[in-house]
């Protein structure tokens, strides 16, 4: 039974078991000096709001939430963050007071402090594309947008749900889409790999010659081999070539600065998550 007398947090999901949310967020503790403590809970989906209300009336003050949650999350915030709005998916619950709670996303802004600061890419003026247009690709592309790249282009194997995401943040942005077949004899700086093909091995079908000179290629899925993306990204040269394991540690700081105002130092923990994968 957790210590009920300090401030609890928890990553809800289903399944949870092989969640690194606590390892992650019980470094950050220690590293600077919070008295709280983290937990892993499996939530089914009808028992998710419950849930959360137990977990608020003891003495939880905020939750993480991952698969396949997060859309039930952003239902029952009485709150939402811009950003959360606009991912329509809240990965992050700041628990108020009963029965209100504030949800936010940090998944996005993860991806780009990763890029950034962790990796010195920068992401103004830039001709970036990215892979896929689910649920993932939705929650990072306000942050990306906020950083003005000279051009975004959203590609996927279905076409009309790129051209539905494009067209759900064409009051901020232009979004341009396409099949991937029409990527034939486009350039970019960047390219971010948000479909979940790596899950089942597979590539989406990429021309030769997508990598500028000087290209960086993320992908936001990570493991111990690299992915068939990044694969894909050595055998065409790209300069830079990245896994979502910085992603999920940023997104991680991000929700706890978010409930502690205090910053955690991220380089420690990204290594040392990658020495135990
Ligand atoms: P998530 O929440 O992980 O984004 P999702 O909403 O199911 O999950 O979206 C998965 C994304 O990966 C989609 O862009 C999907 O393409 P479609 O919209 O055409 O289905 C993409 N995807 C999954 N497997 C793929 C594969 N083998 N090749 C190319 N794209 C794939």
Same mark, same amino acid.
């Given at each position: 039974m957790?210590?009920?007398t300090?401030?609890?947090y928890?990553?809800?999901g ?32 009808d028992?998710?709001?419950d849930a ?21 999350a952003?239902?029952?915030a009485?709150?939402l963050t ?5 991912a329509?998916?809240v990965?992050?619950l ?16 993860g991806l ?20 896929g ?7 990072i $592309?306000e ?28 009051d901020?942005?232009h ?28 590539l989406p ?7 500028k ?18 694969l /894909? ?11 979502? $394991? ?12 978010? /409930? ?18």
């Open positions: 957790p210590n009920i300090i401030d609890r928890a990553v809800m289903n399944p949870i078991t092989h969640s690194k949310s606590p390892q992650i967020h019980q470094q950050f503790a220690a590293q600077t000096r919070q008295q709280l403590s983290y937990e892993k809970i499996q939530v089914e989906t028992d998710f709001s959360v209300a137990r977990f608020q009336q003891n003495n939880g003050k905020g939750l993480n939430i991952t698969v396949p949650l997060k859309e039930h952003f239902k029952i009485n709150q811009e950003r959360a709005r606009r329509g998916a990965n992050t700041i628990l108020n007071a009963t029965n209100n709670y504030t949800g936010d996303n940090t998944d996005g802004i780009v402090r990763d890029l950034m600061q962790n990796h010195d890419t920068e992401l103004a003026n830039k001709d970036i594309l990215i892979l247009a689910g649920g993932a690709v939705r929650g $592309l942050p990306f947008i906020q950083q003005r790249p000279d051009r975004l282009l959203i590609a996927n194997r279905t076409l009309q749900r790129a051209e539905d995401l494009a067209e759900d943040f064409s901020i942005f979004i341009e889409t396409s099949e991937y077949t029409a990527l034939e004899g486009l350039q970019f700086d960047i390219i971010i790999n948000g479909t979940s093909a790596s899950l089942s091995g597979d079908p990429l021309p030769e010659k997508l990598l000179n000087t290209s960086t290629a993320y992908d936001m899925m990570y493991g111990k081999e690299d992915t068939p993306f990044m /894909w990204a050595k055998q065409n040269n790209a300069t830079k070539i990245l896994d979502g $394991l910085g992603m999920l540690v940023e997104q991680a700081a991000e929700s706890f600065y978010c /409930w502690r105002h205090i910053r955690p130092d991220t380089k420690p923990v990204i290594t040392s998550i990658r020495r135990n994968m």
